[in-house]
C-alpha cells in the first residue's frame, strides 16, 4: 500500500477506477440521478468509469469486489446502530460520512434533495468540480489521474436558508436549469401572485361578488385584490386549499401571495374598515387586515394539514408587518426590497428596522430580492453589498430567499457567488471571487478579470448612491420596492475612462486565458461586455446642445450622431446574437416583441437625442438643400445599410424641408373644439390654446396635472417608413414626474386594430429639460395591412401644478 493511500480512501488511482457507487435497491429516480452524476463527472475528470452497484448485487459479488472503496448514495448506506448524523438536519442538508471498518464512504441527506446536494459537495470538494455559470463551458472540470479523500474527513453541512430560488427566468433551459440545482438552489415555497387563482372570477363573481372591488376589471388577473373583510371569504379560503392538499399530497405549500396591483376594496375610503394610512414607502397600508385574513385561513389550513407551508409576498400595500397580527412559523412571508439600497446607510437602517418588525410578526421571514442582471444595461457587480445583506439575514433569522435574478452572466460571478452565500454567508467573499476568476479564465488572467469587477462593484456599491437616478428613486413617495430598471440615467454617471479601461482589461483577459474553455469563457464575457460598451456609447442623454453655426460644427455634429446611431444598432443586432447562446441571452429582452413574453423590459434608442435633431434640423434649415451636410445626409439617407440611421436622417431632412405635414395643422393652430386633433383627458383635466409659449408663431396647446391624457388623430396610412415629431415645453424650475410619449395604433381596412406601435425612445420626462424646448421623435415602419393610423401624444403622472406645453406636431411618411 502506498504512503498516500495510508492517509486517503482512493477513488481513482492511476487513471484506474479503485471505488465503486452504490445505491440501495429500492432507491427513488433523484438518488439514482444522483448516483449517475457522479459517476458521470468521475469520468469526466479522470476517464476512469465507476461502476454503480445496488445493494443486493454488490453482496452477490462482494468477493470480486473487495478492497474497493464503496461510495454509497444514500442513507441506507450508513452504519447501523450508532447515533444518526441525519437526526434534526434540515432537508436540503447532508453528510459525507466515513465508515473506515467497511471502506465505505456514505452521501446522504434526509432527503433525496440533501442526498443530491452532498453528491454536488463531494464533486466540488474533491475533484475540483465548480458550475461557474450554464452550459458545458462554463462548467470547469479539472483532468486528473488520482482521486482520493482524506482519512476521517467527516463532512456534514445544512444550508442557512432553507429555500433558495431563483426565478423561472433563470432556469428557463435545461441548462440553466441544471447549474441552479448543481449549485444547490431549492425553492420550496408557493408564494407568488396567486389569489387569481384562489378566488377565480369564472367561479365565484356571480355567486360571490361580494369577494371583489366594485368596478374592477376582472379579467385583469392583477387589476384586483379579494376583500378580504367579506363575509365568507376566509372560510371558502381554507376549504379551497384543504382541497388542493387533499389532491395533491406531494405539494408542500400553497400562495397566499397578493396579485400583483393594488385595487384593495379596503382602501376605498368609504370601507367601513378603512385604514386611513399610510405604509412606510407612501402606499394605503392594507397589511393589518391581509394579514390578519392570512392568520385565519392558515389556522384552519393547519388545523387539517400541520405539514405544510403558506407562502405570502410583502408588496406595495403589504409592505410594512401587521401591528396586532402574530402569524405561525409556518406562513412564510417573502419581503420585498431592493438591498443594494442598504449601500445607503439611512435605507440600511430602515431597511433592517423593518426586517426586525416583520420578524416580530411573523418568525416564517424571508427575504424576496430584485437582483436583475437583465434589463440593466451595466454588469451589476455588487458583490458586497449583496453578501453583507445575505450575512444580516441569517444572523437576524431570516428563514428563506428568493431572487429576480434574469442574468445574461456579463455579471460574470455574482449569480454564481450568490448560490455560494445563501448556503453559507459566513464564508469569505474575497476568496470566493478569486476561485471564480482563476477557475473561468486561468491564474495569468484573474487579475484582470479582477481589475474588470471591481470597477463595476466601486460603481454600484458607491458612485450609484450619488446619482439622480438614484435619489429619485429612494426619496419618491410613494416609492416601489425595487430600483426603476427602466430608466436608463444612470448610464450618465459612467465616464469613458469607465469603458476604455474595461475594455483594455478584458482584452487583456482574453489574451492571457489559457486553455480553450478559458479563451471561449474570456471571449463570452468580452462579448457581454460589448453590449454594456455599445449602451454607454450610444445613450441618448439629453443634453443642451449648441445649434451649429458654421459647416464644420455642422458636420462634425453629424458624424458623432452617425458614430452613436451605429453603436445603437450594435446593441439590437447584438440582443438578436444572443438570444440562442445559453449565458449571454436577455431574458428581459429591451425590445418591443423581440419574441420574449416579458419582452420590453429596457430602452431602446437611436442614439440621436432630441437636442442633436433639433441642432442639425436648424442648420439645414440655415444651409439649403445644396449644401454638403444635406449631402452628407442624403447619401446616408439612400443608404439602407443601418436602417435606423436611414430613418431617423430622413426624418431630419423632411423636418428641415418643409414637406407636407400628414397631421395637416401643427399643434398651435388648434382652436377650441378644432376635430383635427382630439383630446384625451381620463381624469378630466383641460388641455387648450395658450399664448403663454410658444415654438413657432404665437401658440401652443397647453396641459396641466394630466394623470393620463394627451391628445389624438386619426389619419389615413399604408405600409412604409414614417416619421413623427413633436415638440414640448415645461416652464423652468419644474419639477414632477410627468412624461410624455408617443403611440401609433394600426388598424386594417375593416377598422380592426392590427398593431400598437410603443416607440424604442419609450417615455420621456418632462421636467429633464424643464426652461427649454424639447422634442419626442420617432421614425420606423407602419406593418402590413394598414389603411389608418392613431396618432397619440400621451402625457403621464403630472404633478398638479407640472405643465406642459405641445407645439410643432408633425407626422411624415418617409419613404415616398
Same mark, same amino acid.
Not at 66 to 74: D, L, N, R, S, T
Not at 237 to 248: G, K, S
Not at 614 to 622: G, K, M, P, T, Y
Not at 730 to 755: A, H, M, V, W
Given at each position: #500500500? ?19 457507487? #452504490? ?49 454509497? /448514495? ?107 440545482? +448543481? ?56 376549504? +379551497? ?146 453578501? *453583507? ?34 448556503? +453559507? ?12 476568476? *482563476? ?40 416609492? /416601489? ?83 452613436? #446611431? ?41 442614439? #440621436? ?62 382652436? *377650441? ?110 406593418? *402590413? ?8 401624444? /400621451? ?22
Amino acid at each position: #500500500m502506498s504512503l498516500k493511500s495510508k492517509h486517503a480512501l482512493q477513488i481513482v488511482a492511476g487513471g484506474q477506477p479503485a471505488a465503486i457507487i #452504490m445505491i440501495s435497491s429500492n432507491a427513488d429516480e433523484q438518488t439514482r440521478n444522483s448516483a449517475i452524476k457522479l459517476a458521470a463527472y468521475v469520468k469526466k475528470s479522470t476517464a476512469a468509469e465507476l461502476t454503480i452497484w445496488t445493494e443486493d448485487a454488490a453482496a452477490a459479488h462482494c468477493q470480486s469486489l473487495a478492497g474497493k472503496v464503496q461510495i454509497y /448514495i444514500g442513507a441506507e448506506g450508513l452504519p447501523a446502530g450508532e447515533p444518526d448524523p441525519l437526526e434534526g438536519m434540515d432537508g436540503d442538508g447532508f453528510v459525507i460520512h466515513q465508515d473506515g471498518e467497511r471502506r465505505r464512504l456514505t452521501i446522504a441527506g434526509p432527503t433525496s434533495w440533501g442526498t443530491e446536494f452532498g453528491v454536488n459537495e463531494f464533486l466540488e470538494r474533491y475533484a475540483g468540480v465548480r458550475w461557474l455559470a450554464p452550459g458545458e463551458d462554463w462548467e470547469d472540470v479539472p483532468e486528473q489521474k488520482e482521486l482520493s479523500v482524506p482519512l476521517n474527513d467527516q463532512v456534514r453541512q445544512e444550508p442557512a436558508f432553507f429555500s433558495r430560488e431563483f426565478d423561472v427566468h433563470t432556469s428557463n433551459s435545461p441548462e440553466r436549469e441544471a447549474w441552479t440545482r +448543481n449549485n444547490r438552489m431549492h425553492g420550496r415555497v408557493e408564494f407568488k401572485h396567486h389569489l387569481f387563482n384562489l378566488f377565480p372570477p369564472g367561479k365565484y363573481k356571480f355567486t360571490h361578488p361580494q369577494y371583489y372591488p366594485s368596478g374592477a376589471d376582472l379579467n385583469d388577473i392583477h387589476g384586483w385584490q379579494p376583500c378580504f373583510s367579506a363575509p365568507g371569504i376566509v372560510e371558502e379560503a381554507v376549504a +379551497n386549499i384543504i382541497a388542493y392538499f387533499d389532491a395533491h399530497p406531494e405539494a408542500t405549500s400553497y400562495s397566499l401571495g397578493m396579485n400583483d396591483g393594488r385595487n384593495f376594496c379596503e382602501a376605498d375610503p368609504r370601507h367601513p374598515n378603512y385604514p386611513n394610512q399610510d405604509n412606510s414607502i407612501g402606499y394605503p397600508h392594507m397589511s393589518d387586515i391581509y394579514y390578519d385574513w392570512v392568520r385565519q385561513v392558515s389556522e384552519g389550513v393547519f388545523a387539517k394539514h400541520p405539514d405544510k407551508f403558506l407562502g405570502t409576498l410583502s408588496y406595495l400595500n403589504l409592505y410594512d408587518p401587521p401591528a396586532n397580527v402574530k402569524l405561525d412559523p409556518r406562513v412564510i412571508v417573502f419581503v420585498t426590497d431592493e438591498r443594494l439600497s442598504w449601500g445607503d446607510s439611512e435605507l440600511r437602517d430602515a431597511g433592517h428596522a423593518l426586517t426586525s418588525r416583520w420578524l416580530q410578526a411573523a418568525p416564517g421571514t424571508a427575504f424576496y430580492e430584485y437582483s436583475f442582471g437583465t434589463p440593466y444595461l451595466l454588469p451589476r457587480a455588487h458583490f458586497n453589498l449583496m453578501a *453583507e445583506s445575505y450575512k444580516y439575514a441569517k444572523a437576524a433569522g431570516v428563514a428563506a430567499h428568493y431572487a429576480e435574478l434574469t442574468p445574461n452572466f456579463g455579471e460574470g460571478p455574482r449569480p454564481w457567488l450568490s448560490t455560494r452565500l445563501q448556503w +453559507n454567508p459566513d464564508q469569505d467573499v474575497e476568496l470566493l471571487l478569486k476561485d471564480w476568476y *482563476e477557475r473561468a479564465v486561468g491564474v495569468d488572467a484573474a487579475a484582470d478579470l479582477a481589475a474588470y469587477y471591481e470597477l463595476w462593484r466601486d460603481f454600484w456599491e458607491n458612485r450609484i448612491f450619488r446619482t439622480r437616478w438614484y435619489s429619485e428613486w429612494a426619496y419618491s413617495n410613494p416609492r /416601489i420596492n425595487y430600483m426603476n430598471f427602466l430608466d436608463d440615467s444612470y448610464l450618465e454617471a459612467v465616464t469613458s475612462a469607465d469603458i476604455a479601461q474595461s475594455r483594455i482589461l478584458l482584452e487583456a483577459v482574453v489574451n492571457k486565458a489559457a486553455t480553450a474553455k478559458q479563451k471561449k469563457r474570456a471571449a463570452d464575457l468580452l462579448r457581454a461586455f460589448e453590449y454594456y460598451e455599445a449602451s454607454v456609447l450610444s445613450y441618448p442623454e439629453e443634453k443642451i446642445v449648441p445649434h451649429p453655426v458654421n459647416e464644420t460644427e455642422a458636420g462634425t455634429l453629424v458624424q458623432s450622431v452617425v458614430l452613436k #446611431m451605429k453603436y445603437a444598432e450594435k446593441r439590437r443586432a447584438l440582443v438578436e446574437q444572443f438570444a440562442g447562446d445559453i449565458v449571454l441571452r436577455h431574458n428581459f429582452s429591451p425590445y418591443y416583441g423581440y419574441g420574449q413574453t416579458l419582452g420590453g423590459y429596457g430602452r431602446i434608442w437611436t442614439g #440621436m437625442t432630441s437636442g442633436e435633431l433639433d441642432a442639425i434640423v436648424s442648420w439645414l434649415e440655415q444651409e439649403g438643400s445644396g449644401g454638403a451636410v444635406h449631402s452628407l445626409l442624403q447619401q446616408l439617407a439612400d443608404d439602407g445599410a443601418v436602417f435606423a440611421i436611414q430613418n431617423s436622417v430622413r426624418l431630419a431632412l423632411s423636418l428641415s424641408q418643409a414637406k407636407e405635414n400628414m397631421s395637416h395643422e401643427s399643434a398651435e393652430a388648434i382652436p *377650441e373644439g378644432a376635430d383635427l386633433w382630439d383630446f384625451w383627458l381620463a381624469d378630466g383635466i383641460a388641455m387648450h390654446r395658450s399664448d403663454e409659449a410658444a415654438r413657432r408663431g404665437s401658440y401652443s396647446v397647453v396641459a396641466k396635472g394630466v394623470k393620463q391624457g394627451g391628445m389624438y388623430q386619426s389619419l389615413a396610412a399604408q405600409p412604409g417608413v414614417y416619421g413623427m415629431y413633436a415638440a414640448y415645453y415645461t416652464p423652468p424650475g419644474q419639477s414632477g414626474k410627468g412624461t410624455i410619449r408617443l403611440q401609433f395604433e394600426l388598424y386594417d381596412s375593416q377598422g380592426n386594430e392590427i398593431e400598437v406601435i410603443k416607440p424604442y425612445l419609450g417615455e420621456k420626462h418632462a421636467a429633464q429639460t424643464a426652461g427649454r424646448w424639447s422634442n419626442i421623435h420617432w421614425a420606423g415602419e407602419l406593418s *402590413e395591412g394598414v389603411e389608418s393610423v392613431t396618432v397619440k401624444i /400621451i402625457l403621464e403622472k403630472f404633478e398638479d401644478e407640472q405643465e406642459i406645453h405641445l407645439d410643432d406636431a408633425a407626422f411624415y411618411q418617409l419613404d415616398r
